[in-house]
């Protein structure tokens, strides 16, 4: 197991969530449906991008085209083009419209946050998938850039208690992390990372269910009836894919704010709970 890395993911239990059981798919997110409107939403360096437009001639070439100016005209309003990105920078009015084509699936390191637990399982009665992922190491440089996707490889998010400022000149693997994975401080209780899908986008896409998918965890507030309806679609995939996905219940701590998965001390100090 050294050669992999256990991430889980927290869902209420609802038609679509099942769905990560029965038909091995889960969904990734469009930006715009954060519950964070600070996500995936950074500040831009006004003058960087009017000079990187002043110094990018197929840019400056598709601007004056959307203007519908003559090659004359563009050299001779570069510099109004520019002054107008640059002001539409300073004033929030900076197109940004691609981060919606990106779709993105949050995971998180800890199967055990109350907060987590209440937020995105629906206050305890849902469940959390647990993912057994290949190292990025494991992933050999000929495999394509589908398999990452595929085996949900997470990126980790950065916690920061400033807002990331994207500059045109840095590289765009750089830009890109600061667009998609930096939050605000107030969120590092989640310990997220994120499985970020720039060839799809966003929407409900499979994933290699039978090598990955590893367990669920049901919530502790999870009624008999629910659990043996979960219960129920492990036991059908486990047949269907030939897998040995295992399920658990959480249960309160004895004396504590806290969780743990009974047979699972791998999770959580088990004798610090009975």
Same mark, same amino acid.
Request: contains cysteine.
């Given at each position: 197991?050294?050669?992999?890395? +256990?991430?889980?993911?927290? !869902?209420?239990?609802?038609?679509?969530?099942? =769905?990560?059981?029965? %038909?091995?798919?889960?969904?990734? /997110?469009?930006?715009?449906?954060?519950?964070?409107?600070?996500?995936?939403?950074?500040?831009?360096?006004?003058?960087?991008?009017?000079?990187?437009?002043?110094?990018?001639?197929?840019?400056?070439?598709?601007?004056?085209?959307?203007?519908?100016?003559?090659?004359?005209?563009?050299?001779? =309003?570069? @510099?109004?083009?520019?002054?107008?990105?640059?002001?539409?920078?300073?004033?929030? =009015?900076?197109?940004?419209?691609?981060?919606?084509?990106?779709?993105? +699936?949050?995971?998180?390191?800890?199967? *055990?946050?109350? *907060?987590?637990?209440?937020?995105?399982?629906?206050?305890?009665?849902?469940?959390?998938?647990?993912?057994?992922?290949?190292?990025?190491?494991?992933?050999?440089?000929?495999?394509?850039?589908?398999?990452?996707?595929?085996? +949900?490889?997470?990126?980790? !998010?950065?916690? @920061?208690?400033? &807002?990331?400022?994207?500059?045109?000149?840095?590289?765009?693997?750089?830009?890109? @992390?600061?667009?998609?994975? #930096?939050?605000? /401080?107030?969120?590092?209780?989640?310990? $997220?990372?994120?499985?970020?899908?720039? +060839?799809?986008?966003?929407?409900?896409?499979?994933? &290699?269910?039978? $090598?990955?998918? &590893?367990? #669920?965890?049901?919530?502790?507030?999870?009624?008999?009836?629910?659990?043996?309806? *979960?219960?129920?679609? #492990?036991? &059908?995939? =486990?047949?269907?894919?030939?897998?040995?996905?295992?399920?658990?219940?959480?249960?309160?701590?004895?004396?504590?704010?806290?969780?743990?998965?009974?047979?699972?001390?791998?999770?959580?100090?088990?004798? %610090?709970?009975?």
């Amino acid at each position: 197991m050294n050669d992999r890395i +256990l991430r889980y993911k927290y !869902v209420p239990l609802t038609e679509s969530s099942l =769905n990560i059981l029965r %038909e091995g798919t889960i969904k990734f /997110t469009k930006p715009s449906e954060f519950n964070d409107p600070f996500d995936c939403n950074p500040d831009y360096d006004p003058m960087a991008y009017a000079d990187f437009l002043l110094r990018n001639k197929s840019l400056l070439k598709r601007a004056g085209d959307a203007m519908h100016l003559s090659p004359a005209q563009r050299l001779q =309003n570069r @510099s109004k083009m520019a002054k107008r990105i640059e002001n539409s920078i300073k004033n929030d =009015n900076f197109p940004n419209g691609f981060v919606d084509d990106v779709g993105i +699936l949050s995971l998180s390191r800890d199967p *055990l946050n109350l *907060l987590m637990w209440s937020h995105y399982a629906s206050n305890h009665t849902g469940f959390v998938v647990e993912l057994s992922i290949p190292q990025s190491a494991s992933i050999t440089s000929d495999e394509s850039d589908t398999l990452f996707l595929d085996c +949900l490889f997470p990126l980790p !998010v950065e916690y @920061s208690p400033e &807002k990331p400022i994207i500059n045109p000149f840095d590289h765009r693997d750089l830009n890109a @992390s600061k667009q998609f994975l #930096v939050k605000s /401080t107030d969120w590092i209780y989640e310990k $997220e990372e994120r499985v970020i899908d720039f +060839l799809r986008g966003p929407g409900v896409h499979p994933f &290699k269910q039978k $090598e990955i998918l &590893k367990s #669920v965890i049901a919530g502790i507030k999870m009624s008999d009836e629910d659990y043996e309806r *979960l219960e129920c679609e #492990v036991i &059908k995939v =486990n047949d269907r894919i030939g897998a040995n996905i295992s399920i658990y219940k959480a249960k309160p701590c004895k004396g504590k704010f806290s969780i743990y998965i009974p047979d699972r001390w791998d999770l959580s100090s088990h004798s %610090e709970c009975c």
